[in-house]
């Protein structure tokens, strides 16, 4: 059991556009009108593929499908946004999750999804010390204690998953 992450990043007038027509009527034929596609590395289940589709019908839907070694092996339910979270879980319980935006407020685990991250930081605070200037302890209310401290810094990890990460990127 693992999970396993990826972005498709859209520029927001596309995005913008492709939910306009998602908002709109359809014309009743079954189309497919835009198709943006993932790919992961073989985890152990052979290649495994996400597209996720915008498509005209009677009323326009974003249709997301798992495909393996080539052939469709699930399909989520059809949804009306394109922007989102999309999760698949396999026979075997992998987890394959696809994000779909104009941008993401930064670093995203790419083997679970997760946008939170331990990292290291430098702080100044106070603290009570002996007559020959040793550490004792910390002052009794330890949160505000920290009065100056620097930006974090790797290597970060995960929260979720434990995947550990030497930068944090912004995907835009």
């Not at 249709?63 to 070694?69: A, P, T, Y």
């Not at 696809?98 to 999804?113: A, I, K, M």
């Not at 910390?138 to 995947?163: L, M, W």
Request: proline residues 5%; negative net charge.
């Amino acid at each position: 059991m693992s999970k396993h992450a990826r972005i498709i990043t859209i520029p927001r007038p596309e995005l913008e556009k492709m939910q306009a027509f998602l908002d709109g009527k359809g014309d009743g034929s079954l189309n497919t009108i835009e198709t943006y596609t993932v790919k992961f590395d073989d985890h152990g289940e052979g290649d495994v593929q996400i597209d996720v589709k915008v498509c005209d019908g009677d009323t326009p839907f974003v249709d997301v499908v798992m495909f393996q070694d080539g052939s469709e092996v699930s399909c989520l339910e059809p949804d009306d946004t394109l922007a989102g979270k999309y999760v698949f879980q396999t026979v075997l319980k992998d987890t394959y999750i696809v994000l779909v935006g104009d941008s993401f407020p930064g670093t995203v685990c790419e083997d679970c999804g997760n946008t939170e991250f331990y990292g290291r930081q430098k702080c100044r605070m106070d603290v009570i010390v002996d007559g020959d200037n040793n550490w004792l302890r910390n002052t009794p209310n330890d949160d505000s204690a920290c009065y100056d401290s620097e930006s974090p810094y790797g290597p970060y990890r995960c929260t979720e998953c434990g995947k550990e990460i030497e930068e944090m990127a912004r995907y835009t």
